[in-house]
Every structure is written in C-alpha cells, then in structure tokens.
T-cell receptor
Framework: EPEVTQTPSHQVTQMGQEVILRCVPISNHLYFYWYRQILGQKVEFLVSFYNNEISEKSEIFDDQFSVERPDGSNFTLKIRSTKLEDSAMYFC??????????FGEGSWLTVV | DQQVKQNSPSLSVQEGRISILNCDYTNSMFDYFLWYKKYPAEGPTFLISISSIKDKNEDGRFTVFLNKSAKHLSLHIVPSQPGDSAVYFCAASASGTASKLTFGTGTRLQVTL
C-alpha cells in the first residue's frame, strides 16, 4: 500500500503550459518532499516542506516551481511554464519517524 | 557533483546466490544511509537503512554494511530471488538537512534462474 497517493499518474502537456501535480498523504506527517527522476538518470531532490513552509530546496527548484498545501491535506507541486527538460517522473514523499523517507508511486510528466 | 556513487550499472546473479551491491560516498557529513528498490514507472520502495553509529543492519534476506573510514556501504541479498530483479539505489542524508536524500545512479540487478 503506497504511503502517499499521487495524481495524475501520467500527464502530457504542451511546452509553456502550467502543470499541477498532487499528493495526498495517507497519514498525517509534517515533512513532505518532491523528488524527480529524468528517464535514465538518478532520483533528484527538489524541495522539502515542513509545517507549511519550504525548509530546503535544490538548484533545480527555480522560480518556475512552487509548492503548497492549500487545504491542509493535499500537497501540490506547480510548474508554471513547462519546458521540454521538465519531462520526468515526479515523486512525492513523506518522512516517518527517524530519517526514513517513503515515496509515492510517481506522476509521469511528458512535455511536448 | 556525484556525492553518492554506484559504480556498477548492472549485476547478474543466479537464483539462490548472494547479490552484493556497492555504494561509495564522498560527503563526510552523511550520517544516514538507505537502500531503495525501484521498478520502472514506480516510486522507490524503501528496503533497509543504517545509521553511521552502526556498521551493520540486517532485515531478513537484506543486510547493509557500512565502512565509514572507506566511505563505502554495501547491500547483501541472500538468497537472491527472481523477484529481486530491479534497480537498486543507495541514498544518503546528513543531519540537519531535513532528511534530504542524495541518490546514487542505481544498479540494475538481474536474478537469473
């Protein structure tokens, strides 16, 4: 059973369009993350989100990206103006006790 | 900036034998290490972890060994099963970084009959 549920599982979008990826944590944890994996490459950290604020972000997470938890439950990643190089699998994750991070099933984004 | 490296892109092992997957890191601030298993188009599945205060952690068929002086860790799977065939990623985090994980490039394990 996945620790988090992600939607959509796959989205195709045109370059320049806005995309919102959603994550619904099953249990009530405070730490959430977005990671991504470009095809054939390693999994990369994007951003961590704690207590409704960004706690850390990577160089990849530029002004085109934003995260929020608008209703206290869903956790969203927004890409304002998608580029071809944004095509990747995006993973939502959450932290359990200690330092173990559990990942969702992923949302596959294809930018054409 | 390859702070976590998995130098073997692939490994083939016979069913029933031991699989050994290796991982090296360069950042001495890393103090927590994890192994994930991943199938195509799915999220990474947590397997086992180890803190830097230990040198071994075991969970069923999976054992992780940590050699801090060499900045090296390994995952042993014994006995290997066909269902273990997947890509395995090691990942590391440092205290005070909100558990941000730095991943290796992965090793594709193929367990043959």
């Amino acid at each position: 059973e996945p620790e988090v549920t992600q939607t959509p599982s796959h989205q195709v979008t045109q370059m320049g369009q806005e995309v919102i990826l959603r994550c619904v944590p099953i249990s009530n944890h405070l730490y959430f993350y977005w990671y991504r994996q470009i095809l054939g490459q390693k999994v990369e950290f994007l951003v961590s989100f704690y207590n409704n604020e960004i706690s850390e972000k990577s160089e990849i997470f530029d002004d085109q990206f934003s995260v929020e938890r608008p209703d206290g439950s869903n956790f969203t990643l927004k890409i304002r103006s998608t580029k071809l190089e944004d095509s990747a699998m995006y993973f939502c994750a959450r932290k359990a006790s200690g330092n173990t991070i559990y990942f969702g099933e992923g949302s596959w984004l294809t930018v054409v | 900036d390859q702070q976590v490296k998995q130098n073997s892109p692939s490994l083939s092992v016979q069913e029933g034998r031991i699989s050994i997957l290796n991982c090296d890191y360069t950042n001495s601030m890393f103090d927590y290490f994890l192994w994930y298993k991943k199938y195509p188009a799915e999220g990474p599945t947590f397997l086992i972890s180890i803190s830097s205060i230990k040198d071994k952690n075991e969970d069923g068929r999976f054992t992780v060994f940590l050699n801090k002086s060499a900045k090296h860790l390994s995952l042993h799977i014994v006995p290997s099963q066909p269902g273990d065939s997947a890509v395995y990623f090691c990942a590391a985090s440092a205290s005070g970084t909100a558990s941000k994980l730095t991943f290796g490039t992965g090793t594709r394990l193929q367990v043959t009959l």
